[in-house]
């Protein structure tokens, strides 16, 4: 919802390190040499339960935050710019919420998509249910995939279940309703859980969108602060209708076990922008990404962003947040691990933190960014070792003669791979490769022109710049 980055990334506790098998293999045998020796219950089990959906493997997000999207801000006028997102290659569209927005205690003049007044309707701003049945399967049509955003822990003062069912909701010290606690959500108040019925509803509110609007699946907001059983029997009921895709906000490993797809790289993106403005040197990445090798099970996809509506409405634009390392700091996202996501506009070199409760259209215009993307995209589909999760190859470092300034590494698959080079520095900076892990024949992904690695070999890169060498 807003932005919570600082408690999600302290919800993640690690109580052991989850073995990174795939949910779909069998359980690992015995070696022949312990055979007999250890008995199985000793055996590595896969940590990751859930199934991704065979679409996602390689998939790209779009985040669509339709108040802002077009002029119209309604869901016929963003059916008309799905040829385009076709084009560019986007996957799964991310629609923020489409319910009816609560009126009572509102902020803003339209308050926000996040204060749910009815989890059965539609938000009359945006069209009607026909409107997104069209918009879903025009993007079906097309070979894209929707999720809707879903709000679970709370809802607006004004939503029917607080008269309905007043007990659903929970208490503060005086016995009144109340907003989520330590955050100002004023326009908000939290449901209770423990409430058996309440789960029954959530969960009927749910498989209702996927029957009756055909959707693919959710993007949960604030998922961490929902009980996870309450997540694993949803997937499991939303399973049953047709395979989904779930993306929990939230920074928490076993969420993944029998939810979640993928949760958000709050860290990663927090890296990126401490590097960007001299507060931290390459160290941050080095820290991110050994712990999603060895604390997150591969088959857990993680989302990997420079922007999203919390990002851009509370902290601030690209060119904010990143500045000179905006371009290198998307590459990374898209020829790292994780699933990336587009937030709207970004490929239009959107300038402006668009405003959270009040009408703002983006500002669409060309911009080489959209060229950008639209290549990464390519690369990322075409090139197995990007795959997401266990379909892709897991990224090994290249050791460098300027750690703290230059990241490197190669991601190697069976039939293909690539060697990545970021300069994460004001300066220009030569480096020199003392292993060999990288040796060999490439193409520059970007330039065209061939390249050869061995013992000799040196890379100058301009300030923030990157190379990406592709190996086929």
């Excluded at 052991?16 to 055996?43: C, I, M, N």
């Excluded at 996602?56 to 002029?71: C, E, G, K």
């Excluded at 939290?190 to 749910?206: H, I, V």
Aim: hydrophobic share 40%; aromatic share 14%.
């Amino acid at each position: 919802m807003r932005f919570v980055v600082a408690l999600f990334a302290a919800v993640f506790a690690v109580s052991a390190l989850a073995p990174k098998s795939d949910a779909s293999a069998p359980a690992p045998k015995a070696s022949p040499a312990d055979a007999g020796a250890v008995p199985e219950r000793y055996l590595p089990q896969p940590y990751v339960k859930v199934r991704h959906p065979v679409w996602a493997r390689n998939a790209v997000i779009y985040q669509i935050n339709i108040r802002q999207f077009t002029d119209e801000g309604t869901f016929a006028a963003a059916e008309k710019q799905l040829p385009r997102l076709k084009a560019l290659g986007v996957d799964i569209l991310w629609l923020m919420p489409i319910n009816p927005i609560g009126e009572k205690n509102r902020k803003g003049t339209l308050g926000s998509p996040y204060s749910v007044k009815d989890y059965f309707a539609v938000n009359p701003e945006f069209g009607t249910l026909n409107d997104l049945k069209s918009f879903v399967a025009t993007a079906h049509r097309l070979g894209m995939h929707v999720i809707l955003d879903w709000v679970a822990n709370h809802t607006a003062w004004d939503n029917p279940l607080v008269r309905e069912h007043p007990d659903w909701y929970e208490r503060d010290w005086k016995g009144d309703f109340r907003s989520t606690p330590w955050f100002d959500w004023s326009d908000i108040i939290d449901l209770d859980y423990s409430r058996p019925a309440l789960r029954e509803y959530m969960t009927k509110a749910m498989t209702y969108w996927v029957k009756e609007a055909d959707i693919d699946g959710y993007r949960c907001d604030t998922a961490s602060f929902v009980p996870l059983d309450f997540w694993n029997n949803v997937r499991a009921e939303l399973d049953a209708i047709k395979p989904v895709f779930m993306l929990a906000e939230a920074e928490q490993r076993d969420l993944h076990q029998r939810a979640f797809d993928a949760s958000y790289a709050w860290s990663l993106a927090n890296a990126l922008g401490d590097i960007a403005h001299g507060k931290s040197d390459v160290g941050a990445l080095y820290g991110y990404y050994s712990e999603n090798e060895s604390a997150w099970p591969q088959a857990a996809y993680r989302m990997t962003f420079t922007s999203n509506h919390d990002f851009n409405a509370w902290h601030g634009s690209d060119a904010e947040l990143y500045g000179a390392a905006f371009d290198a700091a998307t590459v990374l996202t898209f020829v790292g691990e994780g699933i990336p996501l587009i937030y709207n506009g970004q490929e239009a070199d959107n300038e402006k933190r668009l405003k959270f409760f009040d009408k703002d259209p983006i500002v669409w215009k060309n911009s080489p960014r959209a060229a950008l993307y639209k290549k990464l995209i390519a690369l990322k589909h075409d090139t197995r070792a990007l795959w997401n999760g266990e379909d892709g190859a897991r990224m090994v470092q290249v050791t460098n003669s300027a750690p703290a300034k230059v990241f490197s590494f190669v991601r190697f698959g069976k039939n293909d791979g690539l060697f990545a080079v970021f300069n994460f520095s004001p300066n220009s900076q030569k480096v020199t490769f003392s292993q060999s892990l990288h040796f060999g024949a490439y193409t520059d992904y970007f330039s065209g022109q061939s390249r050869k690695f061995d013992a000799s070999s040196s890379l100058t890169l301009k300030p923030w710049g990157y190379r990406v060498f592709l190996k086929k």
